[in-house]
């Protein structure tokens, strides 16, 4: 019966304990979401419907990248260390839910002892345990360890958008690199043909030596520029080897492709719903919550702990009277632990836990502010570079005629050479200026999709997910 009675008015003192702290909900303050605009201001896409853009690489229709980025997600050393992180917290979340219930531990011995010529045999065996109840505080650390879960999870995701986002620039500016390549062996058929129209014309005595001088100038500048271009493509290409943890020579000079194009039919969601799906703003609201936890955690030290041990076993001079009447012995102790003095120590934790939650608020701001401006960028940065792309394929397009023109009338002796080497340059110029504006056409939409948080869903299965969020 007084064991009965032990029990219950522990777990009366245990009830009373628990609730003595609990950690508040996370809830965003006046101040953060007054940071965050009711709609995007930039011109581009369509701000009122919203578009799932998981592995949003696949609508690219380039296989390449979607095999370089699969592999990448998988290989990355970056990938790989966040990966570890997140196994590292999920059994953090294990350690610390095992603070909530009863630990409980096996015991045996045997022995023999000598004394005064009388020897003794001694054998146990049986079972010991032991229970901590505080306010409120390990409970709390198992909240703490849920928010790093789901901050480990988010910052799994994080890094897998920056690298999904780096290895397509990569792939991106190696396309660049073959077209630029593609675009000066192009001009430099054009600036032959007109150094052999200048060479005729000089045989012929038409012309002075300048216009050979001049054209070969042209000629071999042209020329010049090609092995830095080629240079681009294997020093992209190394980066995709980095990227994807492989040797350079596994991954090969690529096949000449043009720039991937991007569809221009992504569509974005009110900026509050947008910033949600941004992973490095899930984390820091998760070390938001972490840090509000770990300060209930810290407050419940103020209070008082009760630690409730107990045993149940069997002890005799044989292992074959184990068992019998008289070798049963059971033991059951409460102790309380009441902070009196510690030199303000405790309340000084509570205080160092109160400013990691201002400074977790604090980072939670900043990171709402970084996914907004880099949103907001990525949006005006497609507009303007569309803008662009028209009037460069308008100038291409006349800059071809112009150049024509030009080598076909100095050839009949009705133009200046100085007006054919304008006109190739200029060609030259606006041709690689178009390549460069798609290539960066394309970089913005990575931009904004790594500013979207790339797709990125949980990597906890569903059942994971719902028990960290309870």
Not at 82 to 104: C, D, E, F, H, I
Not at 305 to 333: Q, Y
Request: glycine share 6%; net charge neutral.
């Amino acid at each position: 019966m007084m064991p009965r009675i032990y029990l219950l008015s522990a777990a009366c003192l245990a009830a009373l304990l628990t609730g003595c702290v609990t950690t508040p909900d996370f809830e965003m303050s006046p101040e953060q979401k007054s940071v965050i605009p009711s709609q995007w201001n930039a011109p581009a896409l369509n701000p009122h419907l919203s578009q799932d853009t998981a592995d949003w690489w696949s609508s690219w229709e380039e296989a390449e990248l979607s095999d370089l980025i699969s592999r990448a997600m998988s290989a990355n050393t970056s990938v790989k260390e966040a990966q570890a992180n997140l196994r590292y917290a999920m059994a953090g979340l294990t350690v610390s839910g095992s603070n909530l219930v009863p630990k409980v531990n096996g015991t045996g011995s045997g022995g023999r002892s000598h004394f005064k010529r009388t020897g003794a045999n001694s054998f146990s065996i049986g079972v010991n345990g032991s229970w901590t109840i505080d306010a409120g505080g390990n409970y709390a650390d198992y909240l703490a360890s849920k928010a790093d879960l789901m901050s480990a999870d988010a910052s799994l995701g994080d890094v897998q958008t920056a690298i999904a986002a780096q290895v397509a620039a990569a792939y991106v500016n190696l396309r660049l690199a073959q077209r630029q390549v593609s675009v000066a062996e192009q001009n430099l058929k054009t600036q032959k043909e007109a150094l052999d129209i200048a060479d005729w014309r000089y045989r012929s005595g038409l012309v002075d030596s300048t216009d050979v001088d001049q054209a070969r100038t042209s000629l071999e500048q042209t020329r010049a520029s090609i092995p830095s271009h080629k240079a681009n493509v294997v020093r992209n290409r190394n980066l995709l080897a980095k990227l994807t943890s492989q040797k350079p020579e596994s991954i090969g000079i690529l096949p000449v492709k043009q720039i991937p194009v991007p569809p221009n039919n992504l569509s974005l969601s009110i900026p509050a719903d947008t910033l949600r799906h941004r992973p490095d703003v899930r984390a820091a609201e998760a070390d938001v919550m972490a840090a509000m936890a770990r300060h209930t955690s810290a407050r419940s030290a103020l209070f008082p702990s009760l630690t409730i041990n107990g045993s149940l076993g069997l002890a005799g001079v044989t292992v074959g009277m184990l068992g019998d009447p008289g070798t049963h012995n059971s033991s059951i102790l409460g102790s309380i632990n009441l902070p009196i003095f510690n030199a303000g120590a405790l309340r000084a934790q509570v205080e160092q836990r109160d400013a990691q939650v201002q400074a977790a608020n604090a980072r939670y701001e900043a990171a709402l502010l970084t996914g907004i401006q880099e949103i907001e960028d990525a949006l005006n940065d497609i507009w303007a570079v569309q803008q662009r792309i028209k009037s460069l394929q308008v100038a291409v397009e006349s800059a071809k005629r112009a150049a024509t023109n030009a080598r076909q009338n100095y050839q009949a002796g009705l133009q200046d050479f100085t007006v054919v080497l304008t006109t190739q340059r200029t060609l030259l110029t606006v041709e690689e200026q178009l390549a460069q504006t798609e290539a960066n056409l394309s970089l913005s939409f990575i931009d904004l999709y790594n500013a979207l948080g790339g797709g990125w869903k949980s990597s906890l299965n569903q059942k994971e997910e719902n028990d960290v969020r309870k």
